[in-house]
């Protein structure tokens, strides 16, 4: 749970102004891949390898350990964590390597 917290903080506090509203997905692809995806600005590709790391931000009131939180919980449970763009122009941020349990 706090990693989906962590990312819907984010998407809040960085992304669209206040009143708005943003759309955030959570799915599994074809491949496999859990996936959790908005649909505003993104993250510009510069900035995309630095987002995980602890105190990277581009915020002046941000502290930026939300992603390094995600990439912590992550590599606990061998996941691999990455971020790209979505359909949506927004951010989408991908885990493999993810053990689904059996239905």
């Known amino acids: 749970t706090q ?3 962590n990312f819907f903080v984010n998407a809040i506090k960085h992304g669209a102004p206040r009143g708005s509203e943003i ?6 692809d ?3 891949c859990l996936f959790v995806e908005d649909d ?3 993250i ?14 581009t915020a002046t009131d941000g502290t930026g350990y939300g992603l390094a939180i995600v990439r912590q919980v992550a590599r606990a ?8 763009e979505s359909d949506a122009d927004g951010a989408r941020f991908e885990f493999r390597d993810v053990a689904f349990a059996d239905s």
């Open 30 to 32: 074809d491949d496999g």
């Open 3 to 5: 990693l989906l917290e």
């Open 44 to 57: 510009p590709a510069e900035d995309r390898q630095d987002v995980f790391e602890s105190g990277y931000t």
């Open 40 to 42: 505003d600005r993104g």
């Open 77 to 84: 449970h061998a996941w691999t964590v990455s971020v790209t």
């Open 23 to 28: 759309g955030v997905h959570i799915g599994v």
